[in-house]
Each structure stands twice: as C-alpha cells, then as structure tokens.
C-alpha cells in the first residue's frame, strides 16, 4: 500500500545516508510530522462531521418525505406519477428532483472534502 509517510521516512534516511547528519533528529523530526498529519486529520474528520450529515439529511429528507405522503395519502402524490400524452409539465418532476438530490449531495461532499 503507498503511504506518503513512508515515502517520507525513506527517502530522509537516502539524504541522510548520502550527506550524513544526526539521524536521531531526523528520525525525531519525521516522527512529529507524522503525529501532527494524523492529528489535523482527526481533527478535519470532526470539523467536517456537520457537512457530512447535513448531505445525508438534504439527500434523505426530500426521499423519505416523498415516501412518506404516498403512505398517508397517496391520492395527493398521484398526479407526479402521471404519464399522459402530451406530458405534462409534472412527469419530469421526479427525474428532475433526483438529479438535483444527487448534485447537491456530491456538490456539498466536494466541498467537505478536505486534503491534508
């Protein structure tokens, strides 16, 4: 598996061979690199948890909102499921709905998405 940590610690210890130095320190050093790349990661993990569910709430609510009127009432959601000739403007209603659901869920995940 690649890890960039490693990467890191390999070729140090190539510059280090090569040049010479206290490889002690430099151990050291890349040690403290890789704690604080791990703690902002964790600490990027918590900040970024509120957009992580707010996508999964925008996503889930319209769905199971949907869902959920045509199980009470499902007289009052008919008229989106009608396909007649000439199509009225309420067929495409739910192709439309879920291409928007989906933008919106990968627009706000790309805006969580956070490199370290």
């Not at 190539?14 to 010479?20: A, D, F, L, P, Y």
């Not at 970024?48 to 199971?64: D, E, F, K, M, N």
């Not at 000739?85 to 928007?100: I, R």
Request: aromatic fraction near 8%; proline fraction near 6%; charge should be negative.
């Amino acid at each position: 598996m690649p890890s960039d940590d490693l990467e890191l610690l390999i070729t140090a210890v190539n510059i280090q061979m090569e040049v010479g130095g206290n490889l002690a320190q430099i151990l050291d050093t890349i040690g403290h690199t890789i704690r604080e790349r791990v703690r902002i990661k964790g600490e990027i993990q918590t900040l970024t948890a509120q957009g992580r569910i707010s996508a999964w709430v925008i996503t889930g609510l319209p769905i199971a909102l949907g869902i959920f009127i045509s199980i009470i009432n499902p007289n009052y959601m008919a008229p989106i499921f009608e396909f007649g000739f000439p199509p009225e403007a309420w067929c495409c209603l739910p192709v439309t709905s879920g291409v928007m659901i989906v933008i919106g869920y990968f627009a706000i995940m790309k805006i969580i998405d956070i490199e370290v």
